[in-house]
């Protein structure tokens, strides 16, 4: 079974930063999960929510600052010391080989700049998303980088569903996952991330059922736990 750090150790650092990543490695995380949207001028940077939260003070009725209307130098100005969200590139240059990178791709239409970087970079990567074609338009792009696709509901055909994206991850919410769910994706060649698994009983019992990967905020208190998975 893998160990994918979900948005790096966020109950020890602030999520998808290079903090926290490099908290995750530390902690023996196989793979590390994270999100990416693009400013204005094409930069792809690992960020959740679609915009900046307002700052203390700001102007009530002003809105949220959104990510795709701010210039990579703009939101940097926009945020604490300017790397508090850095960009896939730098992200990258960190974690290097040594862990697999899972990039939910938030955003629409920023396909081919998300599989120009992964390009250029020489360790293992995937993506994933919530929007199923997501898939299928990296797939296009990238035959070879693997993709996933995202469920927070229970699909009666997990298995043909991952074949019509083209995918090759299943990422379920774990508490949906049961043995069916598991042996369709399985028969359909792909395999289970379960998301978003913090206690040893969950790991356990998905285990059990021979779930292929974890998504996890606790890396730490997982990890020597995962290693003991007959999955490994």
Known sequence: MELIAHRGMPRKARENTLAGF??????????????????????????????????AGSTPGLGPRAIASLTLAQLRDATTGGTDIPTLGETLALVGDRVTLYVEIKAAGIEPAVVASLARHE????????????????RELAPRL????????????????????GARDYWQW????DAPLVRQVHDAGGRVVAWTVNSAEAVDRLASLGVDAICTDVSDDLAALVRKSPQR
């Open 146 to 165: 693997p993709t996933g696709i995202l469920s927070a509901s229970y699909l009666i055909e997990p298995g043909h569903t991952l074949q019509g994206a």
């Open 22 to 55: 490099a908290l995750a490695i530390a902690a023996g995380a196989d793979g590390i999960e994270l999100d990416v949207h693009a400013t204005r001028d094409g930069a792809i940077v690992v960020h959740h929510d679609p915009a900046l939260p307002l700052p």
């Open 123 to 138: 360790g293992r990567s995937a993506v994933h998303s919530f929007d199923h074609r997501v898939s299928l338009r990296v």
């Open 174 to 177: 774990w508490e949906m996952i």
